[in-house]
């Protein structure tokens, strides 16, 4: 079984992506921070259907296209029991819940931290995940709800799968991560790596997607225990490098 994955800039540095499970011609989009980029990018893709939509959480940025995306397509809406606080949402998902694409499942996984309620979807035959604002490239989601060691709890989950498990992460904040990440240490290795980051930037592309394998070598908050997230967690707070 294989995905077809689409993934497009949406507000000021949100990513929309759009998922096809090749098998049945089944698509997803997964979170829905702008529904006319999601429309747009769905007629792009010639696909011809939105059957589903995957929220991780409720924060508007990932839900403000639930509305207009289930009244134009009819779409069914999967995603925890905080979504209902901002958006309409059709069927809850817990710790365990798997959701069916066609013939692709998504487990999903409870993962706390930057919401109370934040959930991710993982394709673990196909080794991608929608993680939300849970991880990201050299970085971590803000703790606006939980505690760090929800949240640290939620990294080592993560942490824990596959190495070449394919990572999409729903905004664009690497390069102010590879910043932060530079002022902790200057290892060769991720030296380099931030300048890959710098340079890809300057040339407009896009340093999303992420692997569990890149994260675990260079993402400053995968830490061994929690109390040094929680004081990384702190500086990255106040930092404006």
Not at 8 to 37: E, H, I, K, M
Not at 110 to 117: D, S
């Amino acid at each position: 079984m294989t995905l077809s994955i689409r993934q497009f800039p949406c507000r000021s540095d949100n990513y929309g992506f759009l998922v096809r499970d090749d098998a049945t011609g089944q698509v997803a989009a997964v979170d829905t921070p702008d529904a006319q980029a999601i429309l747009d990018d769905l007629a792009e893709s010639g696909w011809g259907r939105l059957d589903l939509i995957l929220n991780t959480h409720w924060h508007p940025d990932h839900t403000e296209g639930n509305e207009r995306l289930k009244a134009e397509t009819g779409c069914v809406i999967y995603g925890p029991e905080e979504v209902k606080r901002a958006a309409p949402l059709d069927r809850v998902v817990h710790d365990g819940s798997e959701v069916r694409l066609g013939e692709t499942v998504f487990k999903v996984a409870e993962a706390p931290g930057h919401t109370l309620g934040h959930v991710v979807f993982h394709a673990v035959q196909e080794r991608v995940a929608f993680v939300g604002d849970v991880i990201f490239a050299l970085g971590c989601g803000r703790l606006f709800e939980g505690t760090p060691d929800q949240m640290w709890e939620s990294l080592q989950h993560i942490a824990s799968w596959k190495d070449d498990t394919v990572l999409y992460c729903a905004h664009e904040y690497t390069a102010s991560n590879a910043r932060f990440a530079l002022s902790l240490s200057q290892e060769p290795e991720l030296v380099a790596h931030c300048e890959a980051i710098f340079a890809k930037r300057e040339r407009g592309e896009a340093t999303v997607p992420t692997t569990v394998g890149l994260e675990k070598r260079f993402n400053p908050f995968l830490t061994p225990d929690v109390e040094t997230f929680a004081d990384r967690r702190a500086a990255k707070d106040g930092f404006s490098g």
